[in-house]
């Protein structure tokens, strides 16, 4: 994603690997819309996405009440209340990732009554915004190089779902971790899961590691097992929507499995993810909310349709892997394992 001219340009992931189109953000309506659709997702991607999403909200509030050279005081509670409705409407868009919320906090935290204009307000969020991006490709960086120390050798991995640049600001928590094995040691096997329903491993993983030149085969969500028991995996390597307190991990529909199927076979199961995933306030996985989406994507895909009208259809977008099948969450502050929240204690 790119903040061009004051808009946030997205490279429209509904259409990879077919089509490289861009989709032009002008408003909290457009970045909304973009988030529900999936033309930007994966958990960091849409925190970031979220915060420009907030500046344009907010930019154009400030522009139709005219108080652009107002200051706060004159504007107090219809700027309060305008903001109210733009963080909420980023934050209903999608229920899973705690990353939205975590960016949403992050830009209702600066004080518009601090500044002497709300158009000095407009810009201190612009830049706010433009940091959160900025610190999440820092962070991914560091995760590739704390996790490429930490898995040392590692040749072949399998990975599930899209944990790369197009899932974060940029390199990718898993696959960043993977790209950076990559740049030490030459080369490195990635198996990738298609990810059934929206196949993000088939369109968006593939495609990621092929510009990259980094060896990918694909398998479909159905043939872990078979690739576990017959070829030589190292480790499995995912990233992550929302690590809670106890340790437990959210990701994408499957995961589970996978996990379970890793540890059946000894193979470590790795999570690589940024702190600003992981959600204290929330105990368990059992306490988070997963989303629910729209049928007809298990029923087919891409206008293609397989499975017979009226059919019941379960079709929740993430599971929770318990922390008993996690063997490490690689995250940029180090590499941790258990309880997350006994650890931050130790800590602090
Ligand atoms: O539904 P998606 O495509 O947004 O789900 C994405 C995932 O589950 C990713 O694995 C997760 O967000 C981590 S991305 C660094």
């Known amino acids: ?76 509670s219809v700027v309060t209340k305008g903001r109210e409705k733009i963080y909420y409407s980023l934050l209903k868009t999608r229920p899973t990732a705690v990353n939205l919320e975590w960016a949403l906090k992050q830009m209702q935290s600066l004080d518009y009554r601090e500044h002497e204009s709300m158009g000095s307000y407009v810009n201190a969020i612009e830049s706010k915004a433009k940091y959160i991006l900025q610190e999440d490709i820092n962070t991914n960086l560091k995760i590739g190089e704390i996790g490429a120390d930490f898995l040392g050798q590692c040749r072949s991995v399998l990975t599930h779902c899209n944990a790369g640049g197009l899932a974060t600001g940029g390199y990718g928590t898993a696959l960043g971790v993977i790209r950076s094995i990559k740049s030490r040691l030459g080369n490195i096997n990635v198996f990738a899961t298609e990810t059934r329903p929206l196949l993000q491993g088939a369109r968006l993983t593939a495609w990621e590691l092929t510009k990259d030149d980094i060896q990918v085969t694909l398998i479909t969500d159905s043939m872990c097992g078979a690739l576990m028991q017959t070829r030589e995996i190292d480790a499995v390597i995912v990233g992550a929507d929302r690590i809670t307190a106890n340790g437990d991990v959210v990701n994408k529909i499957g995961t589970y499995t996978v996990s379970v199927l890793a540890k059946e076979n000894s193979i470590p199961f790795y999570v690589a993810a940024p702190w600003s995933t992981v959600d204290l306030g929330t105990r368990s996985g059992r306490d988070v909310e997963i989303e629910q989406r729209n049928v007809n994507e298990v029923r087919g895909f891409g206008g293609n349709v397989w499975a017979q009208e009226n059919l019941n259809i379960f079709n929740p977008a993430f599971d929770v892997t318990p922390v008993e099948y996690v063997s490490a969450v690689i995250t940029e502050r180090g590499v941790i394992r258990g309880r997350i929240e006994l650890q931050e204690t130790r800590r602090s």
């Open 1 to 76: 994603m790119e903040w061009v001219d004051g808009n946030l340009h997205l490279l429209d992931q509904t259409k990879l690997p077919g089509s490289e189109e861009i989709v032009i953000c002008k408003t909290v309506e457009d970045v909304c819309e973009s988030i529900r659709k999936m033309v930007v997702r994966g958990a960091p991607a849409i925190g970031c996405a979220a915060a420009f999403g907030y500046v344009l909200g907010v930019r154009t509030l400030v522009k139709d009440l005219n108080v652009e050279n107002k200051s706060p005081d004159s504007c107090s």
